[in-house]
């Protein structure tokens, strides 16, 4: 057989044990292990997912677990230029922080879907773009504002290499 595992990164929505990530990252899943900071390992189960919008929640089992939720901000009050930190766990690197500053609003973010049950495109509305850097792996993590407010989900990178070329796109947290 073929064993294929993909990483990507997410967020703790509340203390029921429910986790925001992209679709992208889940979709296809046969099973899913969330690592927190702290190095606890468990299994989640998808919830729900909105192909439309990248978005997915998965749940894990909240006994016994430090679940701190996020604080989420108000993307509709992002302005371009204002400083943001990406943090998710690019190339499995834990943890990871990205500073950079809001590049651009209101972009429209064409994704290609091609998962075995659609081959249609669609596009997200009012995608934050950011040069923060973000890397394979950064997917489903967050964007924060300077006072830690998540404004966005990291959803995809604009580059001919796979890797940071300072062009990010963001799902804002109006949508989430």
Do not use: C
């Not at 749940?59 to 930190?85: E, M, N």
């Not at 290609?112 to 997200?124: A, G, K, M, P, Q």
């Not at 924060?144 to 940071?164: Q, W």
Request: proline residues 5%; without cysteine.
């Amino acid at each position: 057989w073929t064993t294929i595992s993909g990483e990507g990164s997410g967020f703790v929505w509340n203390e029921d044990g429910y986790i925001v990530t992209n679709n992208h990252v889940v979709e296809n899943a046969f099973e899913i292990t969330v690592i927190f900071a702290d190095g606890t390992t468990t299994k989640a189960e998808i919830v729900g997912t909105d192909p439309q919008s990248d978005l997915a929640v998965i749940k894990v089992d909240p006994k016994g677990l430090p679940l701190v939720p996020v604080v989420l901000g108000d993307s509709r009050a992002v302005a371009v230029g204002d400083l943001v930190i990406a943090i998710g766990n690019p190339y499995g690197l834990s943890g990871t922080m990205t500073q950079g500053i809001v590049s651009a609003l209101s972009r429209s973010l064409t994704v290609d879907e091609t998962s075995i049950f659609s081959r249609t495109n669609y596009t997200i509305p009012d995608i934050i773009q950011t040069d923060a850097a973000i890397n394979p792996g950064n997917s489903g993590g967050v964007l924060v504002n300077v006072t830690g407010e998540v404004i966005g989900v990291t959803a995809a990178i604009k580059s001919s290499t796979d890797s940071n070329a300072g062009i990010g796109f963001v799902i804002p947290s109006h949508i989430v």
